[in-house]
């Protein structure tokens, strides 16, 4: 099995070196990349390895900024210290995704999923397999919501949302009529059930659902402001400076 080693911390590096030598001796690591552009680079250049193993901060940048610039089907295991890019991750060809610091136990269960899948389908099949991957993972988005008015309770289902607000550690959703119930989870657990493809955080209080935005207008600051389709809103609908590129790019990506 050929894995290419993303990481740009030399200690994180040296210890997957050893977890995969331990875990199959026969394993050749082909090479280990620190960058964004080292990877593209070598990716535009090489013949892809079997697996790679992929670290999200980069040097200089994010790992995904790789897909943009470089094509490949082979699978990923994502290797982070950071919870909240999970999402994004699955919507690439990740095959599983591990918090550092990373165990030999979480590593060899990653490898033997990839083993697992891999002896399902031709070698020619990757896409195949891991449209296999992302079907499973689909299922752990949320459809529905028990949301409340006082003391009843309401089925909302996920299409019919406008947005979902935080205030005073109260969270609401909006539907797209424009009516407000409170539910009880929090938007950082909210941003992990939603579905990417249709659900954005614009900013720390707002997750709002891309076919409700009928215009993007640049207002003071810097900033950008959301016009919703039908709906008048009482919150600011603006996105975080901080959000604007991954907006973008989450805008022009379905």
Request: hydrophobic share 45%.
């Amino acid at each position: 099995m050929n894995i290419l080693i993303i990481e740009d911390e030399q200690l994180a590096t040296e210890r997957l070196q050893i977890l995969l030598k331990e875990y199959d001796p026969s394993i050749n690591i082909v090479a280990c990349l620190e960058s964004v552009e080292e990877t593209v680079n070598w990716l535009n250049k090489k013949t892809h390895p079997d697996l790679l193993l992929m670290d999200i901060h980069l040097s200089d940048g994010h790992s995904f900024d790789i897909f943009k610039k470089a094509a490949t089907q082979k699978p990923i295991i994502f290797t982070t210290a950071y919870e909240n890019y999970a999402i994004d991750a699955f919507q690439l060809f990740s095959l599983d995704y591990i918090l550092k610091p990373v165990t030999s136990e979480a590593l060899a269960a990653a490898i033997n999923k990839y083993k697992n899948l891999s002896a399902s389908f031709a070698p020619a099949d990757y896409s195949l397999m891991m449209e296999q991957v992302k079907e499973n993972f689909s299922t752990r988005y949320k459809n529905r919501f028990l949301a409340k008015v006082g003391q009843r309770l309401f089925f909302v289902q996920a299409s019919e949302v406008a947005y979902f607000y935080a205030d005073n550690k109260i969270v609401y959703l909006v539907d797209r009529e424009g009516n407000r119930f409170v539910i009880n989870i929090t938007l950082e657990k909210l941003e992990l059930l939603l579905d990417p493809r249709h659900f954005f955080r614009i900013n720390r209080k707002i997750i709002v659902h891309a076919d409700v935005i009928e215009q993007v207008k640049p207002v003071a600051n810097n900033r950008l402001k959301l016009l919703l389709k039908g709906i008048q809103t009482t919150e600011d609908i603006s996105i975080s400076r901080e959000k604007i590129a991954d907006f973008k790019t989450w805008a022009d990506s379905y």
